[in-house]
């Protein structure tokens, strides 16, 4: 019965220690990807802000109507970017900078 034993005990420590190895590689297999997809996600959000300044400055260019090859400095009375949703919000929402209080009292100001 010693011997059972002993075998027993040496089968669970084998058990143990290859699901201790499988659990390890696949909690890293999941780091790995989680932090691959983090970095992926950052790309997008600062892709997305280039493209938003892009089409901040296309749409001034539009607006104004202008020679931007003969002068850089116009004087104007037509409204610049008019949207209902700044640019700036979107670049702190994407950033996750959003302030709730500013957000609330300016809510309230509007109401």
């Known amino acids: 019965t010693a011997a059972v034993s ?5 089968q669970t420590v084998q058990l143990v220690q290859q699901w201790h190895e499988k659990s390890h590689r696949l909690w890293r297999t ?3 990807t989680d932090s691959r ?3 992926e996600i950052a790309d997008l959000q ?10 901040v400055s296309l749409q001034r260019q539009i607006s104004l109507k202008c ?3 003969a ?3 116009i004087v104007t009375l037509l409204p610049f970017n008019n949207t209902k949703l700044p ?5 702190r929402h994407l950033l ?3 302030n709730v209080s500013m957000d609330i009292q300016h809510l309230q100001a509007e109401i």
Do not use: F, P
């Open 6 to 10: 002993l075998y027993q005990s040496v």
């Open 30 to 32: 999941q780091w790995d």
């Open 37 to 39: 997809l983090s970095s």
């Open 46 to 55: 600062q892709a997305v802000i280039l493209l938003g300044n892009q089409l």
């Open 67 to 69: 020679d931007w090859n």
């Open 71 to 73: 002068t850089s400095i």
């Open 87 to 91: 640019l700036n919000d979107v670049k």
């Open 96 to 98: 996750g900078h959003s």
